[in-house]
C-alpha cells in the first residue's frame, strides 16, 4: 500500500515505465555535487546508477520513488532489504541482520518538500518491519545535505564500512533499531 503525505506526493516501489527517468534523475544529482565524480571520470559508477531496472529485478531491492499526485518523480531511493546485496565497497556487506539505504537522491525541483527525508523514514519503516536490527547507509562528504538530515534523524557514524570509490572518500552510517 502506498504510504501518503501531505505535500501532495507518495511514496511507492517504482514501476517499470519510471525507471529510466528515475535512473537519469540519480544521475543529474549525483553529477551535480561538488566534488562528486564525474560520469566521465567514473562511467561504470553512473552506468549503475542508471540501470534502475538492473537494480529493481534483485529481489533482495526495491526501488521506491517518491510521485506527486501528477505522476512527476520527485526523488528515489533504494532499499536494500539484506546486505549481502548491498553492493558497495568494504565490509557493509558482512553486516548482519542489517537493511541498507543505497542512491537517495531528489530532483532540485522539489528539494525543500522533505522528501528526502520522507524516503530515509519510509526505508527505515521497512526495515523495521523486517525485524532487523540496524539499518546502513554511505554519504560523502559532497552530500553535505543528506550527511546533516541523517546525522540529525539518529545516524551515527560507523567507521568500520568506510571505503574509498576511485579518489572518493564514502563514509558508512548505521541507525539501530533495536528499542
Known amino acids: 500500500m502506498p504510504h501518503q503525505h501531505p ?11 519510471e525507471y529510466r527517468e528515475l535512473g537519469q534523475l540519480i544521475v543529474d544529482v549525483y553529477a551535480s555535487l561538488p566534488g562528486m565524480a564525474t560520469p566521465d571520470q567514473q562511467p561504470g559508477y553512473y552506468a549503475k546508477l542508471l540501470n534502475v531496472a538492473g537494480r529493481a529485478a ?10 506527486g499526485t501528477s505522476g512527476e518523480l520527485f526523488g528515489s531511493v533504494d532499499f536494500i532489504h539484506d546486505m549481502a546485496h548491498y553492493g ?3 565490509t557493509a556487506g558482512t553486516v548482519p541482520n542489517a537493511s541498507g539505504i543505497r542512491l537517495l537522491a531528489v530532483s532540485p525541483a522539489a528539494r525543500g518538500m522533505g522528501i528526502g527525508k520522507a524516503l530515509t523514514l519510509y526505508c527505515i519503516e521497512q526495515a523495521r518491519a523486517l525485524g532487523r536490527s540496524q539499518i546502513i547507509l554511505h554519504t560523502t562528504r559532497a552530500m553535505l545535505t ?3 538530515m541523517y546525522e ?28
Open 88 to 90: 558497495s565497497g568494504g
Open 7 to 17: 505535500a501532495d506526493y507518495q511514496i511507492r516501489k517504482a514501476r517499470p515505465d
Open 152 to 179: 540529525r534523524m539518529g545516524f551515527e557514524r560507523s567507521p568500520e564500512i568506510d571505503f574509498t570509490q576511485g579518489q572518493l572518500e564514502v563514509f558508512g552510517f548505521s541507525l539501530s533499531l533495536v528499542d
Open 146 to 148: 543528506a550527511w546533516t
Open 58 to 67: 534483485n529481489l533482495a531491492i526495491s526501488v521506491f520513488a517518491a510521485v
